[in-house]
């Protein structure tokens, strides 16, 4: 009898583990036909998630508009009426107190007329990335946990991290991480490594340089600024510019400051990184049992929604911020220009072409890699539109991107440090470029 006993527990144990198996599965393939797989729908092929983004962004835009609104005031008045005098940073304070100009930046950045300092090119930019920013990470977030929450990681990592710790000092599982920066957006790739930096599962170390090296501007953004610019060629350049990139990342991860970043995680947990020389699947969804949390999936999205919800509200008022103030600063004054020949002697010594409008484009791509469009102009070379847009892609920082997300999570990586991580890959890409442009003179 106590031998019948035994074995209906291990048969039960069995059950439990296949069930669970079988909803690692189902949930991992929802998450990547959400996040990952493009179909096409009405003529327009995307991910289900963009998809779901101009769906609402047709169909509810004026209650997105309110929503949005309403986020913009609390995100602006919240910090001033929670203030304490023991805090006592004043770039900090400062903030706070200008925070509640984005109310009135935001009404005219969504109002019908027309203002003079600012064109319909500029407005029309400020109002999709906002649409964007608050539709995708809102949506992001909800569909995050089948993505983070059902042994997926844990699978991936099994196969990947031999790979990903040699070349990029990254755990197996960030192959994920990255392809939601790749296939979404900056906000939503950024989120996801919060939210691993915070439960223990990425080091320290590794949510520094995901969030630096990583946070690619999006496929479909790729594709955006390839046929504004007008290149041919278009999946053969997104190809050699993610390669590239992948190769400045190599040498960047390996310099000071992201070398010298701990190795800790933020949380103490079970959980251990992995690297399985046999039976990975097994063994991964083994791991994943093992540490799994008794969540529902229903609880899981709330929470994440809400934690997206909580960000937005703190990064949204400065987003309108730093886009109204920097657009202004960009069509109505001489800032592009004077910055420009700052970088052009730099650009003269690598003997690049079109060294004005080069140099520009590296600027106004440290604002928004969308807005070097506004400055190309018809007479400039293809090998100059070719040497702009790899340059827009590999340089992953960005005022309204990652430097600016940064202010609303836990990963410490200070903005000076964004900026000294931006400039090392800049000046890497171009002395690349430099090199394979002055060969091809030599020999072609």
């Known amino acids: 009898m106590e031998g019948t006993g035994i074995k209906s527990k291990e048969n039960l144990y069995k059950d439990f583990e296949l069930m669970d198996s079988f909803r690692i599965v189902i949930y991992s393939i929802v998450g990547i036909f959400i996040f990952f797989i493009p179909i096409n729908i009405n003529g327009h092929t995307n991910t289900i998630l963009y998809h779901m983004y101009f769906f609402i962004q047709e169909k509810y835009i004026e209650l997105i508009k309110i929503y949005i609104f309403i986020m913009v005031s609390i995100g602006a008045i919240l910090p001033i009426l929670k203030y304490k005098d023991k805090d006592c940073d004043i770039f900090s304070n400062i903030i706070k107190c200008i925070k509640p100009i984005s109310i009135i930046f935001i009404l005219i950045i969504f109002s019908k007329k027309d203002y003079r300092l600012y064109s319909d090119d500029s407005l029309l930019f400020m109002q999709d990335l906002v649409l964007k920013s608050v539709i995708l990470l ?20 099994a196969y990947f991290h031999k790979y990903m710790k040699k070349n990029f000092k990254l755990s197996g599982k960030c192959i994920l991480n990255i392809m939601i920066y790749l296939f979404i957006d900056t906000f939503s790739g950024m989120f996801m490594t919060n939210k691993l930096y915070k439960k223990g599962k990425l080091r320290h170390n590794e949510a520094c340089i995901l969030v630096s090296c990583f946070s690619f501007t999006s496929i479909i953004n790729y594709f955006y600024i390839a ?51 046999k039976d990975k699947f097994k063994n991964a969804v083994r791991k994943y049992l093992l540490n799994k949390e008794n969540n529902k999936l229903s609880t899981l999205m709330i929470d994440s929604f809400k934690e997206s919800f909580n ?11 730093i886009i109204f103030i920097g657009e202004f600063l960009i069509n109505n004054t001489g800032l592009v220009n004077t910055i420009s020949h700052i970088i052009k002697p730099i650009m003269e010594l690598l003997k690049l072409p079109n060294e004005i409008q080069l140099s520009e484009s590296i600027f106004l791509s440290l604002f928004n890699a969308n ?48 900026i000294i991580i931006g400039i090392e890959k800049l000046l890497i890409t171009l002395i690349l470029i430099s090199l394979v442009y002055y060969l091809n003179l030599i020999y072609l």
């Open 138 to 157: 809102s949506l992001s977030s909800i569909f995050m946990p089948f993505i983070t929450e059902y042994g997926l990681l844990d699978i991936v990592e």
């Open 227 to 277: 046929d504004e610019l007008k290149l041919e060629s278009k999946l053969l350049t997104m190809i050699i510019s993610l390669f590239l990139s992948l190769f400045v990342n190599y040498l960047v991860c390996r310099i000071w400051p992201l070398k010298n970043k701990k190795k800790s995680y933020l949380n103490k947990t079970s959980y251990k990184e992995s690297n399985f020389k």
């Open 311 to 321: 960000i937005i509200m703190t990064i949204l008022p400065n987003l309108v911020i």
């Open 371 to 418: 807005r070097i469009i506004k400055f190309i102009n018809n007479d400039i070379s293809n090998i100059s539109i070719f040497i702009i847009f790899v340059i827009s892609i590999v340089q992953t920082i960005s005022m309204t991107g990652n430097i600016l997300y940064s202010s609303g999570i836990n990963i410490p990586l200070k903005k000076v440090e964004f």
